[in-house]
Nanobody, 125 residues
Framework: VQLQASGGGLVQPGGSLRLSCAASGRSFSNYVMGWFRQAPGKEREFVAAIRWSGGTTRYEDSVKGRFTISKDTARNTVWLQMNSLKPEDTAVYYC???????????????????WGQGTQVTVSS
């Protein structure tokens, strides 16, 4: 399984970015896909997750109403649409995947088996 994250960049506060995670290597029908982020000097934290089958989603509280996770099954791609960005959203964003992950544990980075390389998001004026 390979995950390729992209879409990061520099954006002003209040702006938007859309991150993508292209997945390859197998069928992802029983996978949970997650987005995590890590800011300098901080631990990696959960951002959002989606069930590949059914599309159930979950968000970290600070991004609810601003970020949207979605998937394109035909393209094996997961998106993270980020709106109303704040300076505190600045971090390296990682996508992750795990087959058969228990949904109630989807916010734990230790539960994920595969990781993308990360993409930098900087929110600054």
């Amino acid at each position: 399984v390979q995950l390729q994250a992209s879409g990061g960049g520099l954006v002003q506060p209040g702006g938007s970015l859309r991150l993508s995670c292209a997945a390859s290597g197998r069928s992802f029908s029983n996978y949970v896909m997650g987005w995590f982020r890590q800011a300098p000097g901080k631990e990696r934290e959960f951002v959002a997750a989606i069930r590949w089958s059914g599309g159930t989603t979950r968000y970290e509280d600070s991004v609810k109403g601003r970020f949207t996770i979605s998937k394109d099954t035909a393209r094996n791609t997961v998106w993270l649409q980020m709106n109303s960005l704040k300076p505190e959203d600045t971090a390296v964003y990682y996508c992750a995947a795990r087959a058969g992950l228990i949904w109630g544990r989807m916010f734990l980075d230790t539960e994920y088996e595969y990781w993308g390389q990360g993409t930098q998001v900087t929110v600054s004026s």
